[in-house]
């Protein structure tokens, strides 16, 4: 039986067997006290360096298929951002609206 812990596993990158895409980096686990068993992985999602708020994806630990040397295979595809339907307005139009 191998061990690993959090800090090894925050090491590796999450790869989804869907579409090849790259999730992120683990940097939490949820784990049911009562057994001591691990219920998911909360990922951190790659982001650009102009983003200030961190988002994170939370797969359940079913989806995870195997935990290799430097990456973990994971069944689970992102869903689609949710699109926003207000209006963007340019700077200009909202400084001089009627």
Known sequence: MRICSLQELSKKEVISCM???RLGFIVDLNIQLENAQIISVVVEL???CF???RNTIVIPWECIKKIGDD???A???LPP???NNTEKKSLISRLFKN
């Open 81 to 83: 951002p949710i699109e």
């Open 19 to 21: 579409d090849c895409s």
């Open 71 to 73: 990456l973990i295979i």
């Open 75 to 77: 069944d689970y595809i």
């Open 46 to 48: 790659p982001s650009s």
């Open 51 to 53: 983003q200030l708020k």
